[in-house]
């Protein structure tokens, strides 16, 4: 996975607004230090605190609220967002509105990053805004441009995550065997971010979680436990649905069995993931050669219990509506920081101060985890990121005194 600071970016210049430290700030959870990147040039020095702090980002001529995910911390009494700071479209645009009547940081033009209707950089190469390489709107500017990311390279890696007896889950979206009602969407996806279960286009690069049917391992069923982790720890076994999944929920990233296409974190296309569990049973991994992946039920939304991967999410694991399941490493990402792997909204206009207005069904999305822009579901919980259209003004600098020397300017 390449740094977030790649050797491509053209550079942000990160600014602190004084005028937060006369408010009550809320403290920012601790956060891994990096080194700047080539063209950052950070203000205030070590320990400063992130609350107000800005990134102004001259690729596009905005600056942005360093904080990625403020919603986790402020809600700005507006209903409706999630514990990690995820809402639905209508509570997006509700949060940004809610952000410039209580003018946050001195400033009331807050709005949600502009995605145009058409761009010709897309991996989709049609009339619309599709794929990987759109770097024409806002975060696929600050992704591909300014970050300088390459698709489908996540901004913020997370390493060996843990939920229950499963390692090495990743707070993303993963897939099944299940088509489309539509087969021009793609197929079925499982999301372990949120609970959201939806489609998803084939060519998006999601994760893969094996199972195989019964419980061909031999695990002992333990009164009141939901799952069950065999005597090495290798499979889990599900008495609910009567099925054994891999305990490693992305094994691919460190086996591979040959199959190319594979990224380096484990994730994949549709298709490269059902060669690779194909693969799998030709090498009779564990013994077994009849792993698959899980398939869906036609159920589109949250709380989707019926299907396999539904489930495991929302009864055996005993997560909620906008829990992921592991949480992200809040780490300086090109001077943002709680900036999440996962999907973020956008207008669905290039006007600048954007409307809000809310579009009929669905809504331009923008990925962190892989540099993907597509569209998702209004009613999706998604995370919100911010800029305001006018570029900082620079510090005022201390006048030098016209006769100085060494022993008396201070």
């Known amino acids: 996975m390449r740094s977030a600071l790649g050797t491509r970016g053209l550079g942000l210049c990160i600014m602190v607004s004084l005028s937060v430290f006369a408010a009550a700030p809320v403290a920012a959870a601790p956060m891994a230090k990096t080194s700047p ?29 360093a904080d990625a995910n403020l919603a986790r911390k402020d809600t700005f009494n507006v209903a409706g967002i999630n514990a990690d700071g995820s809402m639905d479209y209508q509570t997006a645009v509700n949060w940004v509105a809610a952000m410039n009547a209580a003018d946050y940081l001195g400033h009331h033009t807050w709005v949600l990053p502009a995605t145009p209707s058409y761009d010709p950089g897309c991996s989709s190469h049609n009339t619309s805004t599709f794929g990987y390489g759109c770097s024409q709107s806002a975060m696929g500017s600050l992704y591909y441009t300014t970050l300088g990311l390459d698709e489908p390279g996540t901004a913020v890696p997370v390493h060996g995550g843990t939920a229950g007896p499963f390692n090495n889950f990743q707070p993303y979206l993963y897939w099944t065997s299940t088509i489309a009602a539509d087969p021009t969407q793609g197929y079925r996806t499982f999301s372990f971010n949120t609970g959201w279960q939806g489609t998803n286009v084939a060519k998006h690069n999601m994760y893969a979680l094996p199972m195989v049917p019964g419980n061909p391992f031999g695990s002992a069923i333990k009164a009141g436990q939901a799952l069950d982790a065999s005597t090495d720890g290798q499979t889990v076994y599900d008495p609910a649905t009567n099925v054994t999944w891999l305990a490693n929920a992305d094994l691919a990233k460190t086996h591979r069995f040959g199959v190319a296409g594979i990224n380096r974190d484990g994730s994949m296309q549709q298709q490269t993931a059902t060669s690779w569990v194909a693969a799998m049973n030709s090498a009779a991994w564990l013994g077994a050669t009849d792993w698959q992946l899980p398939t869906s039920d036609t159920c589109g939304s949250f709380d989707c219990k019926a299907s396999l991967l539904g489930e495991l999410y929302y009864d055996a694991l005993g997560y909620s509506e906008g829990d992921p399941v592991v949480a992200t490493p809040n780490t300086n990402t090109g001077g943002f920081h709680d900036l999440q792997p996962y999907l973020y909204w956008s207008c669905s206009t290039i006007s600048v101060p954007c409307s809000g207005s809310q579009p009929t069904g669905s809504a331009w999305s923008f990925s962190f985890g892989n540099g993907f822009e597509g569209t998702d579901l209004i009613q999706n919980d998604l995370y919100v990121m911010v800029y305001y259209p006018t ?4 510090p005022p600098t201390k006048p030098v005194p016209p006769h100085c020397h060494a022993s008396t300017c201070r």
């Open 37 to 65: 990147g080539p063209g950052l040039q950070a203000t205030g020095g070590e320990g400063i605190r992130f609350v107000g702090q800005m990134v102004a980002d001259p690729a596009l001529g905005v600056t942005w609220l």
């Open 391 to 394: 570029p900082p003004s620079p």
